[in-house]
């Protein structure tokens, strides 16, 4: 697999997915009492100031709250610093604005500024009870999506959970490590501290929101899930969260810091700041619309994204590698891919492109991905198997070797420190946007496409009965993985049989050879 820049094509498919679907003080013990239900339930205090959000018969929401200050100025490209204290009382009754990205997705970059690290809260009604913590964090390759995407009401509503969303800073103001930014070694990875800010707010104001800060769990899908990896070996978030839920994450696609440096430095060259006596001011002093564009980082074919990097202060080591190891954070860990994560991409490909995937392509779609081992990848996915297929053949290849199988060696790694419930979402009919269900080909269960039975994400058909079944039973057993550490009695745990939930609107069941199905003995022998 080439390491290189996750191109600009691959960005936009991480987040279309989801729009197309669409350190203060604390107390010394947070949890130690459980508060009397508040006067006005619309009313919650944070080490800040006073919110005011919206209260619905069943669920509250607190909206666009600031966890960090706005990363602007001198600082740009610093560590998140606390957010400043508010007089009065904040509206909270709307979500902030995305942060900084570029046009390529659906909204063309609108409602976006740099000022945009804040948080949304969803609470069930208030209670004496505190209700256990999910952190949702986004995806969209790292340069495109927002918290705002994620309506939370049927995981706090019907699972009884509090759901916190949050935003973060993405692309090259989330990522870009030129040396100049500071000191060796404690540069990259802003985005990622972000969320470090986020989860530590969550510490130190949850339970004014009725939640329980030491029932935490940090959830995320696609670069959300590859986020999670990250800080189940990140030093800064230990201690932070208590389980963790990684859907369809790419976890192996780190960039380490002399590679992510070489890329800042021909970024920064790009943007016009080269003398190295003056670079980081001249960074800084850049329009910010004129950083809208990414710095890629790492890429698959014609997809790519920015995103973490490894050797730094925020992220010493490979997640990968720990992970497989046993070295990540001892925590109940929920995990899952689905059954055709590539077809969206190359769904959306084809869109962009109008034009046919032939038989002469599918050398040079394989070439472009997995590099000098093309020729082994296409005798493992002839054409043959899928029908002459090159659409679904190259979506099977990359799905199981960039999604599958990399999910099934951190499933064994992470299983090596804690309970790990394995998934794969196998709705094959699962409902997709408009121009998806138009093509010569089917998507499938691909990227993203579970993320409707989670949350009312909208723009796509309504689920049938049977696929309702489904999402509230993905709903039941996210939520109490949330409240309990365990999906439920219905699903058992990641053994020596490597037991998985294969998630069905037809019934779910458990499967025992998803790795021999997904080629990963094959896919590991690439590695060696």
């Not at 990968?320 to 891919?337: D, F, H, N, Q, Y």
């Not at 060696?409 to 420190?417: N, S, Y």
Request: proline share 9%; glycine share 10%; net charge negative.
């Amino acid at each position: 697999m080439r390491r290189e820049s996750f191109g600009r094509r691959a960005v936009t498919v991480l987040v279309a997915a989801l729009v197309l679907l669409a350190g203060c003080a604390r107390d010394d013990d947070p949890a130690a009492s459980s508060p009397s239900p508040p006067a006005d339930p619309a009313l919650v205090q944070t080490t800040t100031g006073t919110v005011r959000g919206v209260v619905a018969p069943d669920h509250r929401l607190f909206a666009g709250i600031p966890y960090a200050a706005p990363p602007v100025g001198p600082l740009r490209w610093q560590a998140p610093a606390p957010a400043p204290s508010w007089p009065g009382v904040r509206d909270a009754t709307r979500t902030g604005p995305r942060c900084l990205q570029d046009g390529s997705d659906l909204e063309m970059g609108r409602q976006t500024s740099e000022d945009c690290l804040s948080l949304n809260v969803w609470t069930p009604p208030p209670s004496e009870r505190k209700r256990a913590v999910m952190v949702w964090i986004h995806g969209g390759a790292f340069i495109n999506g927002s918290s705002g995407i994620y309506d939370s009401r049927w995981l706090t509503t019907r699972g009884d959970v509090v759901v916190v969303t949050l935003n973060y800073r993405l692309g090259a103001l989330g990522f870009l490590a030129h040396p100049a930014l500071g000191p060796p070694g404690a540069v990259g990875n802003y985005g990622l501290q972000d969320q470090q800010a986020a989860l530590r707010w969550v510490r130190d104001n949850i339970a004014n929101f009725g939640g329980d800060p030491g029932a935490v769990t940090i959830a995320g899908e696609s670069a959300g899930g590859m986020s999670v990896c990250d800080h189940l070996v990140a030093p800064g978030s230990e201690g932070l969260f208590r389980a963790a839920v990684i859907q369809s994450g790419p976890c192996q696609a780190q960039l380490a810091l002399p590679e992510a440096q070489r890329a800042s430095v021909d970024y920064a060259r790009d943007a016009g700041c080269t003398d190295p006596r003056t670079v980081a001011t001249c960074l800084r002093a850049l329009p910010a619309d004129g950083l809208r564009k990414p710095v890629w980082f790492y890429r698959i074919g014609d997809d790519a994204l920015s995103g973490p990097v490894t050797g730094t202060k925020v992220l010493p080591v490979d997640p990968m590698r720990e992970i497989s190891e046993g070295r990540a954070a001892k925590v109940p860990v929920l995990i899952g891919t689905n059954h055709d994560e590539f077809t969206l991409f190359v769904a959306l490909e084809y869109l962009r492109s109008k034009g046919p995937y032939t038989e002469a392509r599918y050398p040079q779609l394989l070439s472009s991905t997995f590099g000098r081992n093309a020729a082994a990848v296409a005798a493992r996915y002839p054409l043959s198997r899928y029908a002459g297929s090159v659409p679904l053949a190259y979506s099977a290849a990359v799905t199981d070797g960039v999604f599958a199988c990399v999910a099934d060696r951190m499933t064994q790694g992470l299983a090596k420190q804690d309970s790990v419930y394995a998934y794969e979402f196998d709705d094959r009919g699962a409902p997709a946007p408009d121009p998806l269900r138009s093509l010569p080909f089917p998507v499938g269960a691909s990227h993203s496409l579970e993320l409707r039975y989670l949350f009312d994400i909208g723009g796509a058909p309504k689920l049938n009965p049977d696929q309702q079944v489904l999402s509230d039973q993905m709903i039941d057993a996210w939520s109490q993985f949330v409240r309990d550490g365990h999906p439920g009695d219905d699903w058992p745990a990641f053994d020596a049989q490597e037991k998985r939930l294969s998630l069905r609107p037809d019934g779910s069941r458990v499967k025992t050879d998803f790795d021999q199905a997904r080629q990963c003995p094959f896919w590991a022998g690439l590695e060696e």
